[in-house]
């Protein structure tokens, strides 16, 4: 019977963090210096470990874009994307999207970074649904610096996953969830069929312990 299925991106569909990989490519265009690589690195490290306010880790890394317009920011991230995001998506996830999509499923990305991966691989995987955190415009279609609420991310990923699911005639009772990291429990433990992908230390100890599905992508 088809169910809603949901994927994480970062280091499950994708095997590296695409945040890492932005900054990796601001540094090839001469964009960013070995400060801000690691100001961007430890930013990433806490919101996935989620030891830190994850609303306030990301107010800082979007704020970087502030003025920056929308239109050419996107056309930028499907260059990177083409570039430096795409080669590490994985045969295993390609396939097991597949087999989802074959019978049927509703399959949909959900993330906390932001559309601009998050629609070039949807794309790629014919993924038809994305869940991810958006980021505020003004008038002129530039960022304003700050991101609509709620942030996709802890309780935020549960509200935008149950209302995607509702809308399409199915629940989370029923769902499945593929996941890397701690800081996606909550949705974890709200699906019916947590599976645990790439976990991160404390994920895998958790998930051996409850005897969830763990792979390796």
């Known amino acids: 019977m088809p169910r809603a299925v949901f994927f994480d991106m ?3 569909l994708v095997r590296k963090n695409t945040a890492q990989l ?18 961007a690195l430890w930013w990433v490290l806490q919101y996935t470990v989620g030891v830190v306010d994850a609303e306030s880790v990301a107010g ?12 050419d920011f996107q056309a930028r991230c499907e260059i990177w994307f083409r570039d430096m995001v795409a080669p590490h998506v994985t045969h295993v996830a390609k396939q097991t999207v597949r087999q ?21 691989l949807g794309r790629m995987l ?10 505020e415009t003004d008038a002129h279609g530039r960022f304003t610096g700050n991101f609509v609420r709620p ?13 995607l699911a509702k809308e399409h005639g199915h629940t ?12 996606d ?8 069929v947590p599976v645990v992908v790439n976990p991160d230390p404390r994920l895998r100890r958790l998930a051996r312990a409850r005897k969830w599905r763990i792979e390796q992508w």
Request: aromatic share 8%.
């Open 22 to 39: 932005y900054v990796r490519y601001q540094r090839m265009i001469g964009e960013a210096g070995r400060r801000d690589t690691l100001r």
């Open 185 to 192: 429990l909550p949705l974890l433990e709200r699906v019916k």
């Open 60 to 71: 800082k890394a979007i704020r970087e874009l502030q003025g920056f317009s929308e239109r």
């Open 100 to 120: 989802h999509l074959d019978a049927g499923d509703m399959c949909a990305i959900v993330t906390g970074a932001t559309r601009y991966p998050a629609d070039p």
């Open 151 to 163: 942030l996709c991310y802890g309780e935020g990923k549960i509200a935008r996953s149950e209302a």
């Open 172 to 183: 989370l009772d029923e769902a499945v969830f593929y996941s890397d990291s701690i800081s």
């Open 126 to 135: 014919d993924i038809p649904h994305v869940l991810a955190t958006n980021l």
């Open 10 to 12: 970062d280091r499950t």
